[in-house]
């Protein structure tokens, strides 16, 4: 009697699209928020641009929207001193990033929403879009400003490839690395491919629409402030965000497309690259409760 040859499993990897890879001018970076998480991760882009630039990468060009401005309330949380009371968010971050680093990255002290766009419809363009944004409905008005603008514009230089979200509550956070659309795969003998990573919004959309129920009213204190987001929670989070980026760069193949972070217990668990038809994601289940319920940062 003859016995079926078993076939292993090829592990699921993302291959980045080549255009990160191998571009011929800088990477434009969109980062949506300069608040906490926002202005942390700023630092760690430019960071990873002068990395990269020494390995012969032409870099990234970073454009930060925020049209909130420094108050009391943010010092210590976020990365704002005392001289930057009033000031625009963007406006400070990316005026110190520029001296500290050489490089010519632009504030734009705007919301990043439709009527913005409809007025100078460039600043759209971005091979990535990072957002740093406190509500659900910004994330749903940025997904669906990412696929209109692929959809007409993907032919064109700089169009919208990857949207890295972060989102967190006190002491938990998540982040998602999503495609605007498919990536075209090469084939592959040892890996099976996997050309679309689900949108934040679709993936977890029942999830966000609860979360804005959540009391979103701006603290009046840095004391407040820390009984809403734990001190590092951001840090955290960015540092982790910007592993995941750098991986991108630096091996080209996705294993994992994201984590949850549980700063309070030190757990991170990745997300995993799945076939599409396996992109269901389990929640982690914070320990004395029956109930999960995802916050936005």
């Known amino acids: 009697m003859r016995t079926k040859k078993l076939q292993a499993v090829k592990p699921a990897a993302h291959i980045v699209e080549k255009t ?73 971050l990316v005026n110190r990033i520029n001296l500290f680093f050489g490089t010519n990255w632009k504030a734009i002290p705007e919301r990043y929403d439709a009527n913005m766009l409809k007025e100078e419809p460039e600043l759209a363009m971005a091979e990535l879009t990072i957002s740093c944004v406190d509500t659900a409905s910004a994330r749903f008005e940025i997904a669906d400003l990412l696929s209109i603008i692929y959809n007409s514009k993907r032919h064109t230089y700089h169009h919208p490839l990857y949207w890295m979200d972060f989102g967190n509550s006190k002491e938990t956070g998540q982040v998602i690395l999503s495609t605007i659309a498919d990536i075209q795969q090469p084939a592959s003998k040892k890996f099976a491919v996997v050309s679309r990573l689900p949108l934040v919004t679709e993936e977890f959309k029942e999830l966000l629409e609860s979360s804005e129920k959540a009391d979103n009213t701006p603290s009046c204190s840095l004391a407040e402030a820390l009984t809403r987001q734990d001190l590092f929670i951001n840090s955290a989070l960015a540092n982790l965000g910007a592993s995941l980026l750098w991986q991108m760069f630096r091996e080209g193949m996705l294993f994992n497309r994201g984590f949850f972070l549980n700063l309070k217990d030190f757990r991170a668990q990745p997300i995993m690259v799945t076939p599409a038809e396996c992109n269901e994601v389990k929640l982690p289940k914070p320990k004395n409760s029956k109930r999960q319920t995802k916050k936005v940062a």
Do not use: C, W
Request: aromatic share 6%; charged share 15%.
């Open 20 to 92: 990160l890879l191998n571009p011929y001018n800088p990477i434009i970076v969109n980062l949506i928020g300069a608040g906490g998480t926002g202005s942390q991760f700023l630092t760690a882009l430019a960071r990873m641009n002068h990395a990269l630039i020494a390995l012969n990468h032409p870099g990234l060009m970073v454009r930060v929207f925020d049209d909130d401005r420094v108050e009391e309330a943010n010092l210590g949380r976020q990365l704002f001193s005392m001289a930057e009371l009033g000031l625009h968010k963007a406006v400070a």
